[in-house]
């Protein structure tokens, strides 16, 4: 399948969008939106898929380092299936274990200070998930 793949970060007041190029090979950091609730998101969410062309949406699960799902991972979870009634764009969860410690990291690596870094942690975060997702799909290739 080729064609772009949107990276989805989602937060509570926060989601973070990447994109891939259309060979699936990239991933960009795109945007952060601000939501105010989890129907919000997705319908932003579901906007930002369709404007991009993307084929496919990734979407971050917050797992515990054990591998547990705790509340964020089931807040995640309940946000793919609220997406699901605004596209009809396949969906999957991937699993996003420190893409936000991530991140974070390497914005300050940069040189970032942390008022300007809290503004697109979010979408470095989306980015890094959706690059994971790109190379494990080139792997399995």
């Known amino acids: 399948m080729t064609g772009r793949i ?4 989602f937060g509570e007041k926060r989601v973070g969008f990447a ?26 969410s579901s906007r930002i898929a369709r404007e991009t062309g993307a084929v496919k ?10 591998g547990s ?3 964020a991972a089931e807040k995640a979870i309940a946000f793919v299936e609220l997406l699901k009634t605004k596209t009809a764009i396949p969906i999957v ?13 390497f914005l300050i690596e940069g ?8 503004h697109i942690v979010d979408k470095v975060a989306a980015e890094i998930l959706l690059q994971s997702h790109l ?5 399995n290739q």
């Open 6 to 9: 949107l990276g989805i970060d």
């Open 19 to 44: 994109i891939s190029d259309p060979t699936q090979m990239l991933a960009t950091a795109k945007e952060v939106v601000t939501v105010q609730s989890p129907a919000h998101a997705a319908n932003e």
């Open 57 to 66: 949406i990734v979407v971050g699960l917050p797992t515990n380092m054990d």
């Open 69 to 71: 799902r705790g509340p």
């Open 93 to 105: 969860l991937q699993d996003e274990r420190l893409s936000t410690k991530s991140a974070h990291d």
């Open 111 to 118: 040189g970032m200070r942390n008022e300007k870094r809290k």
């Open 135 to 139: 190379d494990r799909i080139a792997s």
